[in-house]
């Protein structure tokens, strides 16, 4: 089983930039495949980004591709949510959560990390 720490949400302003952390425990974090999800009060969980082992797979939503960069450390167990030109719709709790390779769901998450943009 891993587990899942999330760290670097804030208050910022339209155009400001927040770089998001995930710290993975476990022995088998290359099995996984690592993704950032976001929750806006009265909304569902959606998907924002995800990172494959090698680093080289990569897959974004469109509201955010071209803003966020999704990267990984295996070395140092943890993957992070680079996030830029950061807007007001951008506000949501941020969730790292982690699959296997040979699932179709994401069944670890973290506990999550506020992001709020102010216009």
């Known amino acids: 089983q891993v587990q899942l720490v999330e760290s670097g949400g804030g208050l910022v302003q339209t155009g400001d930039s927040l770089r998001l952390s995930c710290a993975a425990s476990?022995?088998?974090?290359?099995?996984?495949?690592m993704a950032w999800f976001r929750q806006a009060p009265g909304k569902e969980r959606e998907f924002v980004a995800s990172i494959w082992g090698s680093g080289g797979i990569t897959d974004y939503a469109d509201s955010v591709k071209g803003r966020f960069t999704i990267s990984r450390d295996n070395a140092k167990n943890t993957f992070d949510l680079q996030m830029n030109s950061l807007k007001p719709e951008d506000t949501a709790i941020y969730y790292c959560?982690?699959?296997?390779?040979?699932?179709?769901?994401?069944?670890?998450w973290g506990q999550g990390t506020q992001v709020t943009v102010s216009s």
């Open positions: 959560g982690a699959r296997l390779y040979t699932s179709d769901q994401y069944n670890f």
């Open positions: 476990g022995r088998t974090f290359g099995l996984y495949v």
